[in-house]
């Protein structure tokens, strides 16, 4: 009976319904259930993230202070290791000191350990906009609390996991809002430290659904490499899709994946479900927590772990730029 057991037991995802071995450690569905993203948890955190307390996290202030210190003791919580000495990478922009949050989990392959993977947000937003109703704190609860909640998530499932057999950084970014300076200098950084970097991937503005008849996601620089039919493949299902606009509006050089695709030439790619249909508030102080679509953001998060671990665990590397 105990082989028996021990042969069934599997980890489920609820994203795809499928059965998934995780590093030849079989687990059970409630055991799997138990590491994926809760919505109750996501909400928690975002709603830290865009509350006035943090003043619209603009860089340089006492607000994002107060966001790089949730981020680093939810990274603490969850025995993702700071990267370098401590968690911040420090710049400075003129009388600013900026910091962004790198947390690590090293692969478990012998191998591929060292080569890595970067999943990165910005966590910083635009501090103040044009008063509404007396309310000129802009939250960034969509731009970028969303994104920075689902790097979080991720970094708590494969520190859980343990399914990685590439190293992780799980980047978050101040100065995005001043020109992408903070993962500019943090790309420069790793760059001239000789990391050997596969993939990265930016994520903006993932609080809000799109439209039922559209793909799930859109990535940006859709032709520059087969990043969406990869990610797509591993999920088993067509997550991440091409937006015309997002050509159109130039939106692969205006988020914080151009960066680490100008200093090492390799596939790194936003993925957003802001389409420019589906929510009326950027850059605006009704861009609150009240306007997030919990259900969706949790569903993309764990919808996204079968995609992000097919990446980290390819025996080769699979993802490749394409010859535009």
Not at 178 to 198: I, P
Request: hydrophobic content about 40%.
């Amino acid at each position: 009976m105990k082989k028996l057991l021990s042969i069934i037991i599997t980890i489920t995802f609820l994203s795809c319904g499928g059965q998934k071995e995780i590093s030849g450690v079989k687990k059970t569905s409630e055991e799997s259930h138990n590491i994926l993203a809760l919505k109750e948890n996501v909400k928690s955190s975002l709603e830290y993230l865009a509350s006035d307390a943090l003043e619209g996290r603009n860089t340089g202030t006492a607000g994002i202070e107060k966001a790089a210190v949730f981020i680093e003791n939810f990274f603490k919580e969850n025995k993702v290791q700071p990267y370098y000495e401590t968690y911040r990478d420090s710049f400075n922009l003129d009388n600013i000191v900026g910091y962004n949050i790198v947390g690590y989990i090293e692969g478990h392959d012998s191998e591929l350990k060292n080569e890595f993977v970067i999943l990165g947000a910005h966590y910083d937003h635009i501090g103040t906009a044009e008063s509404v109703n007396g309310d000129s704190i802009a939250n960034g609860a969509n731009d970028d609390a969303s994104g920075t909640v689902a790097v979080m998530e991720w970094a708590k499932y494969f520190s859980k996991s343990k399914s990685n057999k590439r190293s992780i950084l799980f980047t978050l970014y101040a100065a995005e809002e001043m020109g992408l300076k903070g993962s500019g200098h943090l790309a420069k950084r790793l760059k001239d430290e000789a990391l050997n970097l596969y993939t990265m991937i930016n994520f903006e503005m993932i609080g809000v659904p799109r439209a039922e008849n559209e793909t799930m996601a859109y990535i940006t620089g859709y032709k520059k490499s087969n990043m969406a039919e990869k990610l797509n493949d591993y999920a088993k299902g067509d997550i991440v899709g091409f937006l015309a606009q997002a050509k159109a509006y130039n939106l692969f050089m205006r988020s914080d994946n151009y960066p680490f695709f100008n200093a090492f030439k390799i596939p790194a790619q936003a993925i957003s479900t802001f389409d420019f249909t589906n929510f009326d508030y950027y850059h605006h102080v009704d861009d609150e927590t009240d306007k997030m679509d919990f259900e969706h953001m949790t569903s993309f998060i764990n919808k996204m772990i079968p995609a992000l671990e097919g990446m980290i665990n390819a025996e080769t590397k699979e993802i490749k730029m394409n010859n535009e």
